[in-house]
């Protein structure tokens, strides 16, 4: 479809081991945001990609969690040595990168930590 | 820092009854953006509307409403006629900075046949 398309839509991990979560954004779309949703709570921030670079990291909670958007379209979250706590589901959104706030989610990938 | 907060966790009413989802903010800013979104059980979020500081007029679209008032740093949410197809959990959320939203911590509400 056309829509955010996030991969993988569950993933089951142990403690300490390295994660990769992918998003494809809609075609076109300049800004991409990743968010954290624990349950029963909203949608935290993590950080937001305009074109290739980090225009604000401000939520990535430490430094195991990092992202990367190399070619401006496909992003990347990658969490090192995950712990307990880091079990959420994490949403990709995209937008045309103007202030309007209008962004177009994706399903989310849901992260279980053992 | 902006803070939302949606005093309701949840909602729970019969089919075409009108329901009214809650939705107070906090904000040192003069202008701002206010949010609704839909999040249906299959998970991805879903934008309602987008209202800003300076247009408090309310807005209705088919059976939805918000009524934003500056004066009780309110932006509340009527759904008239509910129907069952309206069960999600609805964030409100406010924009911090440029590009960061700040969300509530949703309302789940369910519309019962």
């Known amino acids: 479809g056309a829509g955010v398309s996030q991969t993988p839509s569950n993933k089951v991990t142990e403690k300490g081991k390295y994660v990769e979560l992918r998003c494809d954004p809609i075609s076109g779309h300049t800004a991409l945001y990743w968010y954290r949703q624990s349950l029963g709570q909203g949608p935290e921030f993590l950080i937001y990609?305009?074109?290739?670079?980090?225009?604000?990291d401000s939520g990535l909670p430490n430094d195991r969690f990092f992202a990367v958007r190399p070619e401006g379209s496909v992003s990347t979250l990658k969490i090192q040595r995950t712990e307990r706590g880091d079990s959420a589901v994490y949403l990709c959104a995209s937008s045309r990168g103007d202030i309007t706030g209008e962004l177009f989610f994706g399903e989310g990938s849901r992260l279980t930590v053992l | 820092a902006q803070k939302v907060t949606q005093a309701q966790t949840e909602i729970s009413v019969v089919e075409k009854e009108d329901v009214t989802l809650d939705c107070v903010y906090e904000t040192r800013d003069t202008t701002y953006y206010l949010f609704w979104y839909k999040q249906p059980p299959s998970g991805e979020l879903v934008f309602l509307i987008r209202r800003n500081s300076f247009d408090e007029q309310n807005e209705i679209s088919g059976r939805y409403s918000w009524n934003f008032q500056k004066s009780t740093s309110s932006f509340n949410f009527t759904i008239t006629a509910s129907q069952v197809v309206d069960s999600a959990v609805y964030f409100c959320?406010?924009?911090?900075?440029?590009?960061?939203?700040?969300f509530g911590q949703g309302t789940r509400l369910t519309i019962n046949p």
């Open positions: 990609f305009q074109g290739t670079g980090a225009a604000d």
């Open positions: 959320a406010c924009l911090q900075g440029a590009q960061k939203l700040v």
